[in-house]
């Protein structure tokens, strides 16, 4: 069976950044499991796996703009210590929502920390970075008409209810 849209798919993989250092793998543990064209994985890594079957591998290299976008200096921004009311302790790397330039919520990350000035920053941190993936595909099925209707797989290696 061929990765299509609305189908169940499972895949080992190895992320790698262009100094080839691992970011991310399944290596380890548990395929990941995704549901094709429900916008679960990057688009550029999802367009690379459309027409594959179990047992393909692929090699894909996904620019930033198929990936987590392009860095924007935008979204990097100072803040007053005062904004983080309830939090004791502040570090560079602790994760909050945020509204975002659009009314939305979105997560920003503390990159610095200077006197009372917070430096935060908005960009998904591979933002701008090209993403190298090795992928090897484990299974690919008909998804549930449920798993559809909800845009993510059910069961072992998907979200359970």
Do not use: C, W
Request: no cysteine; charged share 20%; glycine share 14%.
């Amino acid at each position: 069976m061929q990765i299509a849209a609305n189908k169940a798919v499972s895949i080992d993989y190895t992320l790698t950044n262009d100094a080839g250092e691992v970011i991310d793998s399944s290596a380890g543990g548990a395929p990941l499991v995704y549901l094709h064209g429900a916008g679960n994985i990057i688009v550029g890594l999802e367009k690379a796996l459309v027409g594959k079957q179990a047992g393909d591998e692929v090699k894909v290299s996904v620019e930033p703009e198929e990936a987590y976008g392009e860095y924007s200096a935008e979204l990097v921004a100072t803040l007053n210590r005062s904004m983080f009311e309830g939090v004791d302790e502040l570090e560079v790397g602790m994760q909050f929502h945020a509204s975002g330039p659009d009314g939305g919520m979105q997560i920003v990350t503390i990159r610095e920390l200077e006197g009372d000035d917070v430096i935060v920053d908005g960009n998904h941190p591979l933002a701008g970075q090209r993403l190298n993936f090795a992928v090897k595909v484990v299974n690919v099925r008909d998804a549930s008409a449920e798993e559809v209707a909800h845009g993510h797989i059910h069961g072992e290696g998907g979200h359970q209810h």
